[in-house]
């Protein structure tokens, strides 16, 4: 049985996790002090144009400057009706002072300021509308065979504007396609709704905020096979109620229930024992057999120890069964702790090549439940398996602000 936990802290932080069998598979941990920028819009003005870097620099209202790369530009921008970019000439197709609306793709950390794009993007429960320089359809890989089809030519019904993708989600696999209209049609007019407002707001300056962690939740999270959802503070259970109505999903609220127990939600649910382990260097297998994790500035390394397992029949059979529970703990350490960049795991040596094929399967089956970018390669001979993973940036920098209200609303 699959749970959300949803737990509020006043004044400290928004916590949700998320059980399976009672075991935590993923973790949000959300600081209400904090405001997260990534994916807000800004209206600003370009400042500085450098072609030795193929970049502009924006001032979209706050302290340091916007990073804007050439190639995160829209056509429309271009000035003299240019439909492609010429970087000889790019000071007579783009002017300082120029407005342009921009979101936020990459944080601010301690060296760089925040990474723009004018491919305006946003989220919705079954697709993900985008700007773009023309029309286009993505499917989620996940979504494969007639499903795959069926949907490709549903969408192609759709009056989609010639400079706009969509990107279909996971979460639209077997749904009506008059719920998928819907999402289509809210997206579309709250981008219209962005438009608008730039046109008469002061410049620079925000004008769309993307840091509702409730809207998070719908888009991200709130699948049909969660079974129970487990909320313990009556204001963010009255919350997400309106926004099951707004959506119109009544088959999440069926599943809704304020908690009400003394002892805290998760304590009750020993999901903080499962939270401390995280800091831990060490992780147990079932079986008796170890993971270490060592992180170093270039990459992440996680060593496969047999420590006191006897399960297999012989050498073979006991380094497949530990390799076997490795990634599979492998793939939830790495969600749960949001590891990003190059990863080595150090798997038990194997000789027989099947075995390999199936731990490399078995891996990513899994990794497909992770949201992030992960591309995995095989094995090596040295039983080194490598894996790249996207820093998701979710509880591990806590910069998410439920309380923040959007500036854009749905008409």
Do not use: W
């Amino acid at each position: 049985m699959k749970k959300m936990i949803i737990n509020f802290q006043q004044n400290k932080e928004f916590r949700i996790a998320y059980l399976n069998n009672n075991i935590l598979y993923n973790l949000e941990l959300n600081n209400l002090t904090c405001i997260k920028k990534k994916l807000n819009i800004y209206q600003g003005k370009i400042i500085n144009i450098i072609p030795s870097i193929e970049a502009v620099f924006v001032d979209y209202g706050e302290k340091k400057y916007g990073f804007l790369p050439f190639k995160e530009i829209a056509d429309y921008y271009f000035l003299k009706n240019q439909n492609y970019l010429d970087i000889s000439n790019v000071k007579n197709m783009l002017q300082k002072n120029q407005r342009v609306i921009v979101q936020i793709i990459r944080e601010e950390n301690k060296k760089k300021g925040v990474k723009l794009t004018t491919f305006i993007q946003l989220s919705g429960i079954y697709l993900i509308l985008k700007l773009s320089n023309k029309k286009n359809i993505f499917i989620s890989k996940k979504i494969q065979g007639k499903d795959r089809k069926t949907i490709k030519d549903n969408l192609l019904t759709f009056d989609i504007p010639n400079n706009v993708s969509l990107i279909v989600r996971t979460s639209s696999l077997g749904k009506d396609i008059k719920k998928i209209k819907y999402d289509f049609a809210l997206l579309l007019n709250c981008l219209n709704e962005i438009f608008k407002i730039s046109k008469y707001s002061l410049y620079p300056g925000i004008i769309f905020y993307k840091n509702k962690i409730i809207m998070r939740i719908f888009e991200d999270y709130l699948y049909n096979d969660i079974d129970q959802i487990i909320i313990d503070n009556i204001e963010i259970f009255n919350m997400i109620h309106f926004y099951t109505f707004f959506f119109k999903k009544i088959d999440i609220y069926k599943k809704m229930r304020l908690y009400s127990n003394t002892i805290p939600i998760f304590k009750y649910y020993n999901i903080d024992n499962q939270i401390n382990l995280l800091s831990k260097r060490e992780i147990r297998l079932p079986s008796g057999g170890s993971l270490i994790l060592d992180f170093t500035e270039a990459c992440t390394i996680i060593d496969v120890n047999s420590s006191r397992s006897y399960v297999g029949k012989n050498i073979e059979d006991t380094a497949f069964k530990i390799n076997l529970e490795a990634v599979i703990e492998v793939v939830r350490q790495l969600r749960l702790r949001d590891i990003g960049g190059l990863i080595l795991i150090d798997l038990i040596n194997m000789k027989v090549m099947k075995n390999c094929r199936m731990i490399e399967k078995i891996l990513k089956t899994n990794l497909l439940e992770d949201r992030a970018r992960i591309q995995v390669g095989r094995i090596s001979n040295f039983g080194i398996l490598e894996l790249s993973r996207e820093k998701l940036n979710t509880h591990s920098d806590k910069k998410y602000n439920y309380i923040c209200p959007p500036l854009v609303r749905f008409k």
